[in-house]
C-alpha cells in the first residue's frame, strides 16, 4: 500500500490476529534514513538494530543518519543515493537493513505470518531488498506490476546462500544486450559475521488474468506458491486494460470484460489464490470461498485504520468524507511514470488538486520510478517522465510521454509524514491512493467512534465466516 502505509506497526497487528500482515517494500531505505532523522520516536529502530546478525553496518547506518531529537522541521531531510545498477556499497547496506527492520518489527511478539510486496516495475533496489526482508525471517514474498518471473529462483538461491541475478528491462536495448543487477551475499559479507542460514518465503504473484497466472506457473524461474488475483479496483496501480487503451468521459481507463479474471481458468492450474479489489466489504470473504480462492486481500480499509502509516489528518478527512459518501478516487492514466493507471484520491490540499499541483516545482529527487536507459555507447542512463521535462527531453525521452506525470516518489512520502523540505523553501504535499472501497471505510467505525482499528476491520470482515 503506498510507501510506509503498510508499516511495521500495520502488519504487526494484522499478524497478531491470526492473518497474513503484510508491510509494503517500497521505499524503505528511505523510509528508514527518515524516520532515523526523525529522532526513531519509541526507539524501534534502535531495537530491531540490535538484533541485526551484521553490526558494523548497522552502527555505519546509524551514525549517517541517526538524528538525537529528530531534526529541524525546517531543515530538508539528508538525502540518501539513487538505486542503480552498480549501487554504492553504503545504499545496498541501507537497503539491506531497512527491510530486515521492517519485517523483523512485524514479526516481533507473535508467531504470525508477515508478508512484504515489492514492485515488479521498481527493478534496481529489489535483491538487496529481498535479502534483507529475508535476514527479517519474512515468511511471504509479494510481487505485482509487472511479470515476476525471476523472483522464485532469487529466492531459491538466497535460502542456499547463493548469488543472484536479475535481469533489467532496458528501454534501447539493442538485440543481444543483457543489463543486470547481481547480489552475492557471500562476497558482500566477507569478513563481518558468518550468513545465517536463511528460509526460503512462498511466494505470491499478484495478477490480473488467467494468461499471466498460467505464464508464472510454468515459467517462472522457480516455485510459485499462489497467486493475489487483483481487479481494476484496487489501489495503487492497477494493470492497464487489455487492447487499446480507451478513456471514459472523467478521462479513466474503461475496463470490459476481457479485463475480468477468470477464476476457472485460475483454479484449474492447481494452486492457491487469494482475491484482491473491493473485497473489503461484508459478503465478500464467503463470494471468495464460493469461486474457489483461499481469501482475500484487504489494502484500502487497513490504510485508514489507526495502525497505518498515512498522517492521522489525512487519514481522518477521508473516513469523515466515507461518512458522508463525498470522497471520490480517480483511475488517472499517466500519474505514474511506470505507464500504469493509477488511482489518487481526490482531496483539497493534496497534490490531485491542479492548484496545489501547479505550485509543485518539477524535481526528481528520490528516482524510484526512474526507467534505465541506453545510451548510444552502450552505458545506462536513468530518466523519469516526472523528472523535469527538459532533462527528461535531453535524455531521449519523448515529450508526449511528459504530460501529466505526477512524482509519486515525493508525494507518497509526504503522506506517510516525512514530506522533504526542498532547498527552494517548497514542501512536499502529499498524494494519496486507494481502491474504489475507499467510500466504505467508514462502516469499521463503531458507535462513538470516529476512527478505528485493524481489529475492527479483521472482526467486520470475518463476523459472516
Not at 37 to 54: C, L
Not at 273 to 297: C, M, T
Not at 313 to 327: D, F, Y
Request: hydrophobic share 40%; with cysteine; proline share 7%.
Amino acid at each position: 500500500m503506498g510507501v510506509g502505509v503498510s508499516c511495521w506497526a500495520l502488519a504487526n497487528a494484522v499478524s497478531k490476529l491470526g492473518q497474513l500482515g503484510v508491510v509494503s517494500g517500497t521505499a524503505l531505505d528511505l523510509v528508514l534514513a527518515r524516520r532515523l532523522q526523525m529522532g526513531d520516536p519509541g526507539g524501534h529502530i534502535e531495537r530491531a538494530f540490535s538484533h541485526f546478525p551484521f553490526k558494523e553496518i548497522a552502527n555505519r547506518v546509524w551514525e549517517t543518519y541517526f538524528v538525537a531529537g529528530g531534526k529541524d522541521p525546517n531543515k530538508p531531510f539528508k538525502p540518501i543515493p539513487m538505486a542503480s545498477v552498480n549501487p554504492p556499497r553504503a545504499l545496498t547496506e541501507l537497503m539491506i537493513l531497512a527491510n530486515f527492520t521492517e519485517v523483523f518489527l512485524a514479526k516481533e511478539g507473535h508467531n504470525g505470518v508477515v508478508g512484504i510486496n515489492f514492485l515488479e516495475k521498481i527493478q534496481m533496489p529489489n535483491l538487496a531488498s529481498i535479502f534483507g526482508a529475508m535476514l527479517g525471517g519474512v515468511d511471504y514474498v509479494l510481487m505485482g506490476a509487472g511479470i515476476p518471473r525471476a523472483i522464485p529462483g532469487i529466492l531459491d538461491n538466497f535460502a542456499e546462500g547463493k548469488a543472484a541475478k536479475l535481469r533489467l528491462d532496458v528501454e534501447q536495448a539493442q538485440a543481444g544486450e543483457e543489463f543486470a543487477c547481481t547480489f552475492d551475499p557471500q562476497t558482500f559479507f566477507q569478513g563481518l559475521s558468518p550468513l545465517p542460514t536463511l528460509q526460503r518465503p512462498k511466494f505470491l504473484a499478484i495478477i490480473s488474468s488467467a494468461v499471466l497466472a498460467l505464464s508464472l506457473a510454468k515459467k517462472s524461474s522457480g516455485k510459485v506458491d499462489g497467486f493475489i488475483v487483483e481487479g481494476a479496483t484496487a489501489g495503487g496501480h492497477n494493470a492497464p486494460p487489455r487492447g487499446t487503451m480507451q478513456l471514459s468521459e472523467r478521462g479513466e481507463p474503461i475496463y470490459g470484460e476481457r479485463d475480468t479474471p477468470e477464476l476457472d481458468k485460475i483454479k484449474a492450474i492447481g494452486l492457491p489464490f487469494w482475491l484482491a479489489g473491493s473485497f473489503g466489504q461484508a459478503g465478500k470473504l464467503p463470494e471468495a470461498l464460493r469461486h474457489g480462492a483461499v481469501g482475500i486481500q484487504v489494502g484500502t480499509a487497513f490504510a485508514f485504520c489507526e495502525e497505518s502509516g498515512i498522517n492521522p489528518k489525512l487519514r481522518q478527512q477521508v473516513i469523515e468524507k466515507s461518512r458522508t459518501r463525498s470522497v471520490h478516487v480517480y483511475t488517472d492514466p499517466v500519474a505514474s511514470p511506470t505507464g500504469f493507471p493509477f488511482k489518487v484520491i481526490q482531496l483539497e490540499g493534496t497534490l490531485s488538486d491542479p492548484e496545489v499541483y501547479s505550485t509543485r516545482p518539477r524535481i526528481c529527487d528520490l528516482g524510484y520510478l526512474r526507467h534505465p536507459y541506453r545510451k548510444e555507447d552502450g552505458t545506462l542512463g536513468y530518466r523519469c517522465p516526472s523528472e523535469p521535462i527538459k532533462d527528461y527531453v535531453r535524455k531521449g525521452g519523448a515529450l508526449e510521454e511528459t504530460v501529466g506525470r505526477k512524482c509519486l516518489c515525493n508525494g507518497l512520502m509526504a503522506t506517510v509524514e516525512l514530506p522533504q523540505q526542498q532547498s527552494s523553501g517548497y514542501r512536499e504535499e502529499p498524494l494519496m491512493t486507494a481502491g474504489d472501497d475507499v467510500t466504505n471505510v467508514a462502516q469499521f467505525l463503531k458507535p462513538g467512534r470516529t476512527s478505528y482499528s485493524a481489529a475492527d476491520v479483521i472482526e467486520y470482515l470475518l463476523a459472516e465466516q
